[in-house]
């Protein structure tokens, strides 16, 4: 109903998944009716496909076995009314591998949107940046201080956004004299570059802690709220996890005489956090071996 009500152009098919037949009889039932020249296609997996033996057969079939990666439709049998109401109103019924059910898996929960901001490498920038985000879920944000560079170059996603909405936040970073570019369609960015940010780095009194970001909105300007701009942030790598938070790696400057006070304000956040410190990784890759 919402798919029919919500998209207004034109309409060619609308592909659901088939365990029992109950969600894609209903589906068709409904369409059928109100948009009869909309096609309805089940996808089944190939090792699953109870509905589309039954359809080729012409009368329900019952699996010996059922493969049970896709466990939601993992059934040996297709409900009695339900293949009725298929068998009447659905035009086909396509099957997919493990793999493809794996690629697509793969595929949708990396599609998001990349871009590339300039910051002043100044204390606040980073909270300021996160301020212009507004609403914005951000996926991926990846950041590393250079001591000799005037602006750094902070690579992060959003999760899908329209066009649009995607266009007013690069607008809002543009007023705001934030230099950014739109890096969704570079294949070499996605791919290669957005994991080479960084390196190692002198910075004088940093601290790196893992820190474990609740899902939900404001945990992340709750956690600049607690240290910024009190002290300069000089490393900061995020990415969602879903429902279980997110595994945030932060460096801090903190002199040696403010750190009971930087403790204080960790322990007062209530975020789940670690020292790294003396993680021998890294000291290899991100810690310059003169200091």
Request: hydrophobic share 40%; charged share 25%.
């Amino acid at each position: 109903m919402e798919i029919v009500r919500q998209l207004q152009g034109p309409l060619h098919a609308i592909f659901v998944p088939v365990g029992g037949g109950g969600l894609i009889a209903g589906i068709a039932a409904y369409v059928k009716r109100v948009r009869p020249e909309v096609k309805i296609i089940g996808v089944e997996p190939s090792d699953a496909n109870a509905m589309a033996l039954s359809l080729y057969h012409g009368k329900r079939v019952m699996l010996e076995h059922v493969g049970g990666f896709a466990d939601g439709v993992a059934v040996k049998a297709v409900g009695e009314e339900t293949f009725r109401l298929c068998r009447e109103l659905v035009d086909g019924i396509v099957m997919v591998s493990r793999d493809a059910i794996c690629a697509s898996i793969k595929d949708m929960f990396e599609e998001k949107r990349m871009l590339a901001t300039f910051l002043p490498e100044e204390h606040g920038s980073f909270k300021k940046f996160t301020e212009l985000v507004g609403r914005m879920n951000i996926t991926e944000f990846k950041y590393r201080y250079d001591f000799n560079a005037k602006d750094a170059l902070v690579l992060y996603s959003v999760g899908i956004y329209t066009d649009n909405e995607l266009g007013a936040m690069v607008d809002r970073m543009e007023l705001a004299k934030l230099k950014t570019v739109n890096l969704t369609d570079n294949d070499l960015a996605k791919d290669h570059l957005r994991y080479f940010i960084g390196g190692r780095s002198e910075i004088k009194d940093e601290l790196v802690y893992r820190f474990i970001f609740p899902e939900r909105p404001g945990a992340l300007m709750k956690f600049l709220d607690a240290f910024s701009p009190r002290w300069n942030i000089s490393l900061f790598h995020y990415r969602a996890q879903g429902e279980t938070g997110a595994n945030v790696l932060v460096g801090i400057q903190v002199p040696p005489v403010d750190f009971d006070e930087f403790k204080s304000h960790a322990d007062n956040l209530g975020y789940e956090y670690m020292s790294e410190n003396n993680n021998e990784i890294y000291r290899l890759l991100l810690r310059d071996p003169e200091v």
